[in-house]
């Protein structure tokens, strides 16, 4: 559940920052060294990362919190 909430999130993100990312490639124009703004392969790997990140983002720290015993951290509230 935590794990699916955090990808959910980064997908949400992912895909407002691909419909806004071709109109703010002007600012960063300059930068770019042999890729197109609007270069495709660029913006999915950039987004597959990102959801990669998001995803270890958000197991890892489940993985480690299904190991505590519900009683000992309840009872250290």
Known sequence: MIVGHGVLLAG????VGL???PFCTWVG???????S?????T???VA?????V???AS???????????PVIALRGE
């Open 29 to 35: 124009r300059s930068l770019f060294y042999n890729v």
């Open 43 to 45: 913006f999915s790997s």
């Open 12 to 15: 949400i993100g992912v895909g």
């Open 37 to 41: 703004p609007f270069d495709p392969a």
């Open 48 to 52: 597959v990362f990102l959801i990669v």
């Open 59 to 69: 197991y890892l720290p489940a993985r480690r919190a299904t190991k505590v015993d």
């Open 19 to 21: 419909v806004l990312a």
């Open 54 to 56: 998001a995803f270890l």
